[in-house]
């Protein structure tokens, strides 16, 4: 939330001299718990900045785009007998400045800001007199951006009337000595999305007394009766909803300039003054607020769920399907509003509107949350609604309202109001007093503890003792409205504490215990990360989350246990809404987002589960108890309601995997780097993966390589992605991946040292000539079993097709090196251990020597 530091003070009692630097309050309420992102002084003008009123417009209309030049009266009296020389023409000055404008947004009579010669804007932007468009431009008329209030740059700010006279400071008027904090809001800190809300937390943290908006004074007249006739259905949650009405509204009443002023440093870009002024109390008090135009509502307002099928068509002209589960304001008429997301269009306040009902509901912030998601409609209002909203403050925000509407647009506010449903009284939260002394390890001046409760608000009493938490002395403290989220003696200790500062609590680590430390599991998955680091790959953590297209892009068959995904009862994004079963979906979305960044030479990799459900539905896991440990009899329902999610390693290859350079040309990442990077996991547990030739999607059919323990166990494919994958995706031509389920590959605890021979090798070469469909995986594992133990290595050097060899035959060249740990080998015995090799390769696969 962006408010400015001035508004804030306004609510905190300070002594006279010793207002905080902007910093100082960043810095206050960063102590207290809140992100503050940045702290934005408005930039400084240097230099003559004036209010200036326009006294004449003529059009230029020689010009291919609007241009105008203007008289504007700056109260520059020492221009009044003054003349100017333009082009050998002599006007009489009457006073004013002549300034060639481009913005049509205002007519004579209106105030503008002026920056006059010498002054210098943000951005290092110094004004000058020129000559353009054939007149001396003597200054320029200015607009929100070129200010330093905000970026709408659609036009020349315009002054309501009677704000100030010309020639006055406009500086001071726009008060741009300000700065505003730019604060990011955690969802259970809903309260302060308000300036109410984060004013008494600046006063906390200033140990001031904070001045609450909710308790201003207004003169309104005492209620009498109901605003409007409102019906609450049971099944629309809504605890909540009071209306006001206000009359003879003066539809053309601009908006004051210290309201828009604080609306646009907000963010907020001003309309009209009804609609300003629900936006105004939003930030100010933290309760959302809807405009009707009154003589557009038919009848009785009924707030309800949708009906199957509903339409509205909301503020933004856009026709929307309601879902049953959707709450609505309606009336005769039928939709006339989204609860706490947007209203409808059937009843906006128009250019004209001067009959407006006001309201201020508190809705079940799931049942907001799931609509903006499901209609894509974020706003402000759901965001508040989402994180809970003060029902107590709903009727002092409609008296706010219509006080500012009477008070600024000559209102007539109606006595009636209308206040269905109430307010929940919180539930008192009983607390041990010293316990917030044991868990911050320290103890605390007497007295802190009630002070820090009663400032957030709380009702604090002394209680009896609470024979659960040793009979010691305790204290019931009692929320306020707008602070639902404390239910448990834990959430006040964590108001003392951050209140008295995190950075009082002692930093010691307790000494851990012997013999305790990572697990077996956890220290083989850290050695895969470096392995993979030390190969040159990087470590991404890509979203759990796909879209169910993304099984499409993959090529998956329809019957593939992978499109069996787990769908989530609440998705952050309504578009990725199930969990993933491959790690593949996240590593390709990493690919391409940094190839859009041109980043096109990369080796990713990622550590982390899928889920995998079983082919029939998963048993429904029951809620346990927290205050106690479950039986095993418990633990056991809820692993049989868990679906599977085994531990995976993905990896991913694009690009270049050796740059060229001065030192020769590079080379390209191809599907055997991809095998490597499996094989590598693999030494990382102890084991050596057997490599065969497979078709698996998203792999291309001809490069693909399934990977299998000794015993056979398959535990991940690798290879190159499918042509049609990579252009599905947009992925960099031959893109490579591997995957392998870590929990496959054996756990040893003891893995014993290597015996390294002191004995010389001798180096064998056998070039064999065999099927061409014969994998060389499978000659290589023939060749090592037939030549026995002595066979320390077998590699492939070289593969030859041609008319030597025969039409659909190949030769595959290996070399053998072979070491005894005891002895030098004869020639004799090495060669009789190759012809054995070769026997083996012979016999399985009809391979004979070339």
């Not at 009707?292 to 933004?316: P, Q």
């Not at 993905?650 to 995997?657: E, N, T």
């Not at 693909?704 to 000794?710: I, Q, T, V």
């Not at 070491?819 to 090799?837: C, K, Q």
Request: charged content about 25%.
């Amino acid at each position: 939330m962006r408010v400015p530091v001035s508004w804030l003070l306004q609510h905190v009692d300070l002594p006279p001299g010793d207002v905080p630097s902007p910093e100082a309050v960043g810095d206050a309420l960063i102590r207290v718990g809140l992100e503050v992102e940045d702290v934005a002084r408005i930039p400084v003008s240097v230099g003559p900045l004036v209010v200036g009123r326009v006294r004449s417009i003529e059009e230029l209309t020689e010009f291919k785009k609007p241009i105008r030049y203007c008289r504007v009266d700056v109260g520059d009296d020492a221009q009044r007998s003054s003349t100017v020389e333009v082009g050998g023409e002599h006007n009489e000055d009457d006073g004013t400045r002549g300034i060639v404008c481009g913005a049509t947004n205002f007519v004579e009579g209106d105030l503008v800001v002026v920056a006059l010669p010498g002054a210098v804007l943000p951005g290092a932007f110094a004004i000058a007199a020129r000559t353009t468009y054939g007149h001396v431009s003597d200054g320029m008329i200015c607009a929100l951006d070129e200010l330093g209030l905000g970026d709408d740059h659609s036009g020349i700010l315009v002054l309501p009337p009677g704000t100030a006279d010309p020639g006055d400071d406009a500086a001071v008027l726009l008060g741009l000595d300000d700065a505003v904090l730019d604060i990011a809001v955690t969802p259970d800190r809903g309260y302060c999305l308000s300036v109410r809300g984060l004013a008494r937390e600046l006063a906390c943290a200033l140990d001031a007394v904070h001045g609450d908006p909710a308790l201003l004074g207004n003169d309104l007249p005492a209620p009498d009766g109901d605003a409007w006739p409102v019906r609450l259905e049971p099944d629309a949650q809504c605890r909540r909803f009071v209306a006001r009405r206000v009359t003879d509204l003066d539809p053309a009443a601009p908006t004051p300039w210290w309201m828009r002023r604080r609306l646009l440093l907000c963010g907020i870009r001003p309309i009209s003054l009804a609609v300003d002024v629900t936006n105004y109390v939003m930030l100010e008090l933290g309760q959302p607020m809807h405009a009707y135009d009154a003589s557009a509502v038919r009848g009785e307002v009924v707030v309800r769920r949708a009906r199957a099928d509903e339409k509205i068509t909301t503020l933004d002209d856009v026709q929307r399907v309601l879902d049953p589960d959707d709450v609505l304001v309606t009336d005769d008429s039928g939709p006339i509003g989204m609860a706490g997301i947007m209203g409808g269009a059937s009843t906006e306040v128009a250019a004209t509107t001067g009959d407006v009902l006001l309201e201020a509901a508190t809705w079940d912030a799931p049942s907001v949350a799931r609509a903006a998601r499901r209609h894509r409609l974020p706003s402000e209002a759901a965001r508040r609604f989402e994180r809970e909203v003060d029902p107590a403050v709903a009727r002092a925000a409609t008296d706010r309202a219509a006080w500012l509407l009477a008070t600024y647009g000559g209102a007539t506010v109606a006595p009636g109001v209308t206040d269905e449903g109430g307010v929940p009284a919180p539930a008192p939260v009983f607390m041990a007093l010293d316990l917030p002394d044991r868990v911050a390890g320290r103890r605390y001046e007497r007295g802190a503890v009630v002070r820090r409760l009663s400032q957030i608000g709380c009702a604090v009493e002394v209680a009896g003792a609470d024979p659960g938490d040793g009979g010691g002395a305790g204290l019931r403290a009692t929320p306020p409205t707008w602070r639902p989220d404390l239910t448990r003696p834990a959430d006040l200790v964590e108001e003392v504490l951050r209140l008295e500062g995190y950075d009082g609590i002692p930093s010691e680590l307790p000494a851990a215990r012997p013999g305790t430390g990572l697990t077996l599991g956890q220290r083989r998955r850290r050695q895969v990360s470096r392995a993979l680091a030390d190969a040159g790959y990087d470590e991404v953590l890509p979203s759990p989350f796909v879209a169910p297209s993304v099984f499409d892009a993959l090529g998956l068959d329809a019957d593939d246990p992978r499109r069996r995904a787990l769908r989530l009862a609440n998705p952050l994004d309504a578009e990725r809404a199930l969990m993933a079963t491959t790690l593949l979906p996240g590593l390709l979305d990493a690919v391409v987002r940094n190839a859009s960044r041109g980043l096109r030479d990369l080796a990713l990799f990622q550590i982390g589960q899928v889920v995998r459900p079983g082919a029939g539905e998963p048993a429904e896991a029951p809620v346990l108890p927290v205050d106690a440990r479950p039986d095993d009899a418990a633990f056991a329902e809820v692993l049989a309601g868990l679906p599977a999610q085994p531990l995976r390693v993905g990896a991913v290859l694009a690009g270049a995997w050796d740059r060229a350079g001065w030192w020769g040309p590079g080379r390209p990442a191809d599907w055997a780097d991809a095998i490597e990077a499996a094989r590598l996991v693999g030494r990382t547990y102890g084991v050596e993966l057997e490599v065969s030739a497979d078709r698996h999607a998203p792999w291309h059919p001809g490069r693909c390589a399934a990977l299998h323990l000794p015993d056979g166990t398959l535990v991940g494919h690798a290879g190159e992605l499918h042509p049609k994958v990579v252009e599905t995706l947009g992925l960099p031509a031959r893109t490579c991946a591997m995957e392998l389920e870590i929990d496959r590959l054996p756990l040893v605890e003891a893995r014993p040292s290597p015996a390294v021979s002191p004995f010389p090798p001798v180096l064998l070469d056998v070039a064999l000539v065999l099927d061409a469909g014969v994998p060389a995986a499978s000659v290589a594992a023939a060749l090592r079993e037939g030549g026995g133990d002595l066979v320390e290595d077998v590699r492939l050097f070289d593969v030859y097709t041609g008319a030597q060899v025969g039409e659909g035959n190949r030769s595959l060249a290996f070399a053998l090196r072979l070491r005894a740990p005891d002895r030098t080998l004869t020639l004799e015995e090495a060669s009789a251990r190759r012809d054995a090799a070769v026997a083996t390769a012979a016999e399985r696969h009809g391979a004979r020597l070339r």
